[in-house]
């Protein structure tokens, strides 16, 4: 069975820093990646999508890498701001035949001004 | 610009009590998701659907039915709704077919927050 795993599971930084949050799975027969972030109250608004042959995408200052073999990807946002202040939601798409994401717990990220 | 629409947003009810969730899509997308949002526990599937009329389980499917009777709306139901039931509701759909499934991107809904008394 598929496990993700996010660390931190908080992290406060102040504004203008740049900043990493990890995600971690357990099965490497992945589809694809997908990071998502979460605004309190509100869905889920997808950022980034590597599929399984890619090693990274980015989009704007957001940047977000996949090691298959290692079961790891990384995001890392770059000046921060307090727009981002939010929860980082890692997911990924696994399984023959189904189409089940697997949602890690989250990060929460406060950018302090 | 509407994408994927969750009926009601915010919903009481007491232990016993039945209810339907509603999602509807206006982007044609053949697959659709119900997840459940709990602290703690990240998003589970409940149930999905690949196409018109076809649902299937995913990892937390008892004490839920939908059905898929039109291609952009998947309803969730709950016939005797219980405490643990909880959460947050979350539809999603995508646009995916299996050749592309490494593109399969996933857009949610708002959120249905459901309290059960």
């Known amino acids: 069975k598929q496990e993700v795993t996010q660390i931190p599971a908080a992290l406060s930084v102040p504004e203008g820093e740049n900043l990493v949050l990890n995600c971690s799975f357990t099965?490497?027969?992945?589809?694809?990646l997908q990071w998502f972030r979460q605004d309190p109250g509100k869905g889920l608004t997808s950022l980034l999508l590597i599929q399984s042959s890619q090693r990274e995408q980015t989009s704007g200052r957001l940047n977000a890498s996949l090691d298959k073999s290692s079961g790891r990807s990384t995001l890392y946002i770059a000046a921060s701001q307090p727009g981002d202040s939010a929860t980082y939601l890692c997911?990924?798409?696994?399984?023959?035949?189904?189409?089940?994401?697997?949602f890690g717990k989250g990060t929460k990220l406060s950018v302090i001004p | 610009n509407a994408g994927v629409t969750q009926t009601p947003k915010f919903r009481v009810l007491k232990t016993g009590q039945s209810m339907t969730l509603l999602c509807a899509q206006d982007?044609?997308?053949?697959?659709m998701y119900w997840y459940r949002q709990d602290p703690g526990m990240g998003l589970r599937l409940i149930h999905y659907s690949v196409g018109e009329g076809t649902t299937a389980k995913g990892e937390v499917p008892d004490g839920y039915n939908v059905s898929r009777l039109k291609k952009q709306n998947f309803l969730l139901g709950l016939e005797s709704a219980a405490p643990s039931q909880t959460s947050v509701y979350f539809c999603?759909?995508?646009?995916?077919?299996?050749?592309?499934?490494?593109?399969?991107?996933?857009?949610f809904g708002a959120g249905t927050r459901l309290s059960v008394l």
């Open positions: 997911a990924v798409l696994s399984g023959a035949g189904s189409y089940q994401l697997t």
């Open positions: 999603a759909s995508s646009p995916t077919s299996f050749s592309i499934k490494a593109k399969n991107i996933q857009y």
């Open positions: 982007m044609n997308h053949e697959y």
């Open positions: 099965d490497s027969a992945i589809y694809n």
